[in-house]
């Protein structure tokens, strides 16, 4: 009997922490943080208003086994099924591949001026866009194709459910959060990149690259670029 009373007892308390470890754990669209796309501005603007996002929300990692990096950089398709990007809304940024490749260059420079130019630009794309490397998610999956986040070419849907543009960010994300009947509204970026560096400034070998390792990142920015919200 007493037995029984510790199982009971053990049990109501197992479903007591469940409870509130479901109840702390927010309904909401989530975001999915594409590298070099505004991540950490989005994510900070959720915590400011107590919603989390990204790299403040660690409870994504109970669905994840194996990863090549931090689990906010991870794309859904890695998640197993159940994951808070399969059973909530969804939206991501989609950026201009170019520009986000040129951003990911001055991120790794932190704004050094001796690196604000078309030599070393051109230098780095060739040594670190490697097939390898955009593959198996180098650098923290800063590398991974857009596409990689937005679309499961194994299942053939979308796991982005609302793609929002970089070029567009402010209109696109307030229009969503009045959508969803948040009251949030994006003011300022986080980790800007101050270099001037521009597609032009890209070799022709080096756009070819980039055409080819992503693709289907352009044919997304192509077919989104001009959308209304």
């Known amino acids: 009997m007493r037995f029984l009373w510790i199982v009971w007892v053990f049990l109501i308390g197992y479903l007591l922490i469940e409870c509130l470890h479901d109840k702390n754990i927010e309904k909401f669209v989530e975001f999915i943080h594409i590298p070099k796309n505004a991540g950490t501005t989005i994510e900070n603007i959720g915590k400011k208003r107590g919603v989390r996002w990204g790299r403040f929300k660690p409870e994504h990692q109970d669905f994840l086994?194996?990863?090549v990096c931090n689990y906010w950089h991870v794309p859904p398709i890695y998640f197993e099924k159940g994951s808070f990007y399969d059973t909530d809304s969804t939206?991501?940024?989609?950026?201009?591949?170019f520009s986000?490749?040129?951003?990911?260059?001055?991120?790794r420079y932190k704004g050094d001026p001796k690196m604000d130019n078309s030599e070393n630009l051109n230098a780095w794309i060739r040594e670190t866009l490697t097939e390898e490397n955009v593959k198996n998610g180098k650098f923290d999956c800063h590398l991974f194709p857009q596409s990689k986040y937005i679309y499961d070419d194994v299942?053939?849907?979308y796991t982005c459910d609302n793609i929002l543009r970089f070029?567009?960010?402010?209109?696109?994300?307030?229009h969503l959060m009045s959508k969803e009947n948040y009251d949030f509204k994006l003011t300022e970026r986080s980790n800007e990149t101050h270099f001037n560096l521009r597609k032009s400034n890209i070799d022709e070998s080096n756009i070819k690259l980039i055409e080819r390792l992503y693709a289907r990142d352009i044919e997304l920015w192509e077919k989104n670029k001009n959308k209304k919200t």
């Open 65 to 67: 086994n194996d990863r």
């Open 91 to 97: 939206f991501c940024v989609l950026r201009d591949p």
């Open 100 to 107: 986000r490749i040129i951003s990911e260059y001055a991120y």
């Open 155 to 157: 299942t053939d849907v």
């Open 167 to 174: 070029e567009h960010l402010e209109d696109d994300f307030n």
